[in-house]
């Protein structure tokens, strides 16, 4: 019976040693997992951070463009406006000179019918 018992005791032995081996391998490979999704988190934070700045820049420059862009049509727009009222003002300069044109052709018109009506009464 006593070498039932040593053989059993040497049997638990090694189990004991192969369960801590292999918990110890568990622990290790644990400790191991969690450094490297600490890096992977680490990394993955950096990169975002990175992306964020990137994309913060990209959005500053297109407002800068725009408010650029819409300046430089808001002076277009502004010398159109200016031609618009020029163009106004010659059309009704234009057209009060074509009366005044008129008139005075009128006028003119009266006074050869005059004139002819004179010589004629005067021969």
Known sequence: ????SIELWV????????LAFFAGVFAATQK?????MKVFKDEFTKKIDEMKADFS?????????FH???????????KHNNLIERMALAE???KSAHK????????????????YEHIAKGN
Do not use: H, P, W
Request: no cysteine; aromatic share 4%; net charge negative.
């Open 100 to 115: 005044r044109g008129d008139e005075l052709a009128e006028r003119v018109t009266e006074l050869e019918e005059k004139y």
């Open 32 to 36: 191991q997992l969690k450094e490297n």
């Open 68 to 78: 650029e862009k819409f300046e430089t049509l808001e002076k277009k727009q502004d």
């Open 1 to 4: 019976m006593d070498k039932i």
């Open 92 to 94: 009704a300069s234009t």
């Open 57 to 65: 820049e990209r959005i500053k420059d297109l407002k800068n463009n």
């Open 11 to 18: 049997s638990i032995g090694i189990n004991l040693l192969t």
